[in-house]
């Protein structure tokens, strides 16, 4: 049987050093005789495969299989050679008859198997959006440096890469924290009364009540930077003392205590769910039968009042729940994915941990020459030229050694290994948790994997969160349904080698 050999390496430089494509074409032709099929065309990519362009030798291994419908086996080493997103899978699935097989790693023959490679796609690509969040983890280690992070807050601005203060802006800040200070304004009557102080959006109109209650919260303004559930001490200016926030603190502490129930706690699916027809919010309201029973209903908030849909809340719950059991990922596969997403990333997070350490020595080495120069300038064996030179040589380098040790590998790998599990867990058991949690706690499940939802008469669709979504398309494009394989799970139970 006619098949095409794809091979991918991680970097330019495992190209240059000449082991790593060698290394699969080697494996793959072995495996190829093996199991009877002639390679008629080899196709590569180096560097990294995350832009359209960088993807040159699997655009015309797409190319080249859409003209030769003969060849429809392609081979490569792991699933993370071959596909770097779904986007990838579906590409090369969508031309028919393709067949995908793998030199390195076992995948299950039959339906089940598809099903197990197509969620494990689903969950690698989440899997590697987090591992290389090296923004993110440039980010903490600008908080620990004091400076800041996000989009600054209203009352501050960017020059030379550091925060300044807007006084006009801070002004009016200052006045917003003690006003609320008094006790004597809600966050809206707060809002109105900046609005005519001065204090509006780019549009002219007044702040919402969420970015009021987000700015009073916000420790920025008395100096600290809050990232990632840590806090530390930033080097910008504050705005307010910490004696005035922490008052604020209290303020809204007893107003949110003096609240006994809010429209969530009534209606839990409030904010959800919108009109599939007209696009309107979905809101919650109590209606009294004759007979005295309360019942809740959800409608439409109407477009031009026009009300196109009502529903109770029990069939709105009813449908979640419907929708939430179409995520079917057989529990016992959980670990099984977990092993293999980590088996099939050692390679890469091995490399990279590699790499840090160069780094680490390098930066101790230049960290030494530096004081051994000053020692040598100070006891007159080299000029304070010669000195000064050298000083800025090094420092460069050490400031370049320093940016890449913040976007190298998180701290943590595992932790990411245990949000996996965590994900494909909460997706195995989604509909049996939902039902068995009251009102409250299905909405914050439902605030956890769905980011919005539409409702239509007696039917109900929901966008998906990440990795969610691509979970859900997984499902959804694979060949694997419950009545073509009444085990799928057979064979799985033990390790795959």
Known sequence: ?????????????????????????????????????????????????????????????????????????????????????????????????????????????????QLLMDIR????????????????????????????????????????????????????????????????????????????RGMVDNRGWKFSTSRIYKMLKNPFYTGLIQWRGKIYQGIHEPIVSRELFERVQEVLRRHRNGTKTTVRDKFPYSGLVRCGYCGCAMTGELKVKPSGRVYKYYRCTGNKGKVHIRIREEELGKLFEEELGKIKIPASWVYLIIDSIRETYAEEIEEIQRQRRQLEEEKARIQGWLERAYIDMLEGRVSESFWRRQREKWEGRLAEINKLLSRSVPSDVEELYRDAGKILYLAAHIQELYREQPGSERRKLLERVCSDSRLYHGKLEIIWREPFDEIMKAVNYSIWRPQRDLNPCRGLERPVS
């Open 1 to 113: 049987m006619k098949a095409v050999a794809y091979y991918r390496v991680s970097t330019a430089e495992q190209e240059q050093e000449g082991y790593s494509l060698p290394a699969q074409r080697e494996r793959i032709r072995k495996f190829a005789i093996s199991q009877g099929y002639t390679i008629v065309r080899e196709f590569w990519d180096v560097m990294t495969a995350s832009g359209v362009k960088r993807r040159k030798g699997f655009r015309e291994m797409i190319e080249f299989l859409k003209v030769n419908p003969d060849v429809r086996v392609v081979i490569a080493a792991k699933v993370d050679r071959l596909f770097r997103n779904f986007k990838d899978y579906v590409t090369l699935y969508d031309i028919e008859g393709i067949k995908v097989v793998f030199s390195d790693e076992r995948i299950p023959d039959g339906a089940a198997g």
């Open 121 to 196: 796609v689903a969950v690698a690509r989440h899997f590697i959006n987090n591992l290389r969040e090296d923004v993110i983890h440039g980010m903490e280690k600008r908080a620990q440096q004091g400076l800041y992070v996000c989009k600054l807050p209203y009352g501050y601005r960017v020059q030379n890469g550091y925060a300044v203060v807007e006084p006009e802006k801070a002004e009016l800040v200052r006045q917003m924290f003690e006003l609320y200070a008094t006790g004597r304004y809600s966050l809206e009557t707060l809002s109105v009364e900046m609005k005519k």
